[in-house]
T-cell receptor
Framework: GDSVTQMEGPVTLSEEAFLTINCTYT??????LFWYVQYPGEGLQLLLK?????DKGSNKGFEATYRKETTSFHLEKGSVQVSDSAVYFC?????????????FGTGTRLQVTL | GAVVSQHPSRVICKSGTSVKIECRSL??????MFWYRQFPKQSLMLMAT?????????EQGVEKDKFLINHASLTLSTLTVTSAHPEDSSFYIC?????????FGPGTRLTVT
């Protein structure tokens, strides 16, 4: 079945450092890929998405590129802020859009310090 | 953006009792809601898909008689954990979908003593 593997956290960075959170997936066909973010006490929010190979999703300075050849969708940000501290989930859907069934990774906690 | 609420945010109950968790879409109608369970340091696991006015569809391995789901209206779905055991202690998260996207609630922490 479909699965998503994320790097284990927590990831602790100083403000303005470069962030990479690795995500790889296993799926049949051509899934859509997503990054969700969960701030303390809140629900998961869609951060960015990509629906086909070589697509780049971006939002709030975060980027991820759908790499079919390496089955990866790594999350990057050039300069993190304290406000980026949260848990980040990589996910996939067999269909375009998040309205259908999602398969999640385990989540990676990011802690950004001053 | 669309808002989904859950109530309660935390609940402690004794073994053998039942507990109900509510999931509401506050500013949109959701024909479909999803219920997830999250163990510490593990991913969200889809438990069931709840469709308004019909029976829920449970994922393999999820006991439908233990986890009762009712989607009584376009804005409300409930999950009832019946005869709770300590191993049911977990973080339960719901989501509600419109045509394009799922919107997630903040989750409910259930502790069974």
């Amino acid at each position: 079945g479909d699965s998503v593997t994320q790097m284990e956290g927590p990831v602790t960075l100083s403000e303005e450092a470069f962030l990479t959170i690795n995500c790889t997936y296993t799926a049949t066909g051509y899934p859509s890929l997503f990054w969700y973010v969960q701030y303390p006490g809140e629900g998961l929010q869609l951060l960015l998405k990509a629906t086909k190979a070589d697509d780049k999703g971006s939002n709030k300075g975060f980027e991820a590129t759908y790499r079919k050849e390496t089955t990866s969708f790594h999350l990057e940000k050039g300069s993190v802020q304290v406000s980026d501290s949260a848990v980040y989930f990589c996910a996939l859907s067999a269909r375009r859009g998040t309205a259908s069934k999602l398969t999640f990774g385990t989540g990676t906690r990011l802690q950004v310090t001053l | 953006g669309a808002v989904v609420s859950q109530h309660p945010s935390r609940v402690i109950c004794k073994s053998g009792t039942s507990v109900k968790i509510e999931c509401r879409s506050l500013d949109f109608q959701a024909t479909t809601m999803f219920w997830y369970r999250q163990f510490p340091k593990q991913s969200l696991m889809l438990m069931a898909t709840s469709n308004e006015g019909s029976k829920a569809t449970y994922e393999q391995g999820v006991e439908k008689d233990k986890f009762l789901i009712n989607h009584a209206s376009l804005t409300l779905s409930t999950l009832t954990v019946t005869s709770a055991h300590p191993e049911d202690s977990s973080f339960y998260i719901c989501s509600a979908r419109d045509e394009l996207q799922q919107y997630f609630g903040p989750g409910t922490r259930l502790t069974v003593t």
